[in-house]
């Protein structure tokens, strides 16, 4: 608990994580409500098919996550760049203690900034959609809480990936690259890549499978709610345990 308390004081007594989790939330419910904004004034009936309200209001993921996936990164990389990592095993020599800590204390800030900017996303873009005459979607619609639970374990997983990434990498930098990588540059590059290579990336890349987790209409080319999910979790505690190793092994 002392350990804890350590880390938790570290994470809240600076500004950058806050205003990390405070963009997060605000660039999620921005973009998707810009995004849906282009719909306002649309017939129902040019809906396109399979339209999924709730995935639509969470459309702002896009950039969410990448904000989320730094808060993680961050919470490492800023003590390798300052130099106060000596001081934490200095006081904390027990390595493995020290970095589960840092993984409690990032996993609930992940998680808080997760469920409000589920949340608050969901809530305005429903509005905006009953408002402007179209189908909407309410919390105690079939499939729609899980939905909401799976976006909010979504961004949990996706900040403590960057965690994982921040300790391997050991720079903010880096870390940025690779989760832009991660996170963008390769869901986005995957349909237009041919053969089984796209096809498989399409399916099981970790980012673009675990966003099934919010969706509720399925769609062919992706996977189940429940697998996607799974995969995000069994790579990101792959990339956990990598950077455990590294973290004990390695001169600080």
Not at 17 to 23: I, V
Not at 91 to 119: D, H, N, Q, Y
Not at 185 to 196: R, W
Not at 211 to 224: E, L
């Amino acid at each position: 608990m002392n350990v804890l308390g350590f880390e938790w004081i570290k994470m809240r007594s600076i500004s950058s994580p806050w205003l990390t989790a405070l963009s997060a939330i605000f660039a999620g419910t921005t973009l998707s409500m810009l995004g849906v904004s282009d719909l306002i004034g649309v017939s129902p009936a040019d809906l396109p098919d399979g339209w999924d309200p709730t995935a639509e209001s969470l459309k702002g993921f896009l950039f969410a996550q990448l904000l989320v996936g730094m808060l993680g990164a961050h919470s490492i990389t800023s003590e390798y760049a300052t130099g106060l990592i000596g001081t934490s095993l200095a006081v904390v020599p027990a390595r493995f203690r020290l970095l589960a800590a840092k993984t409690t204390v990032v996993c609930v800030m992940s998680l808080g900034t997760g469920i409000a900017t589920t949340l608050l996303s969901f809530t305005a873009i429903q509005a905006m959609l009953a408002g402007a005459g179209l189908a909407s979607a309410g919390i105690a619609d079939p499939g729609v809480a899980r939905a909401l639970v799976g976006a909010m374990l979504y961004l949990t997983l996706v900040g403590l990936m960057g965690l994982a990434v921040g300790v391997l990498t050991r720079s903010t930098t880096a870390s940025l690259a690779t989760l832009i990588g991660v996170t963008l540059l390769v869901p986005a590059i995957a349909p237009g890549i041919p053969g089984a290579v796209g096809g498989w990336l399409q399916h099981y890349w970790p980012i673009s499978s675990g966003q099934a987790a919010y969706r509720v209409v399925p769609v062919d080319a992706v996977v189940g709610p429940e697998l996607g999910l799974g995969i995000l979790a069994a790579v990101t505690a792959a990339v956990g345990t990598a950077a455990f190793v590294s973290f004990s092994v390695r001169d600080a």
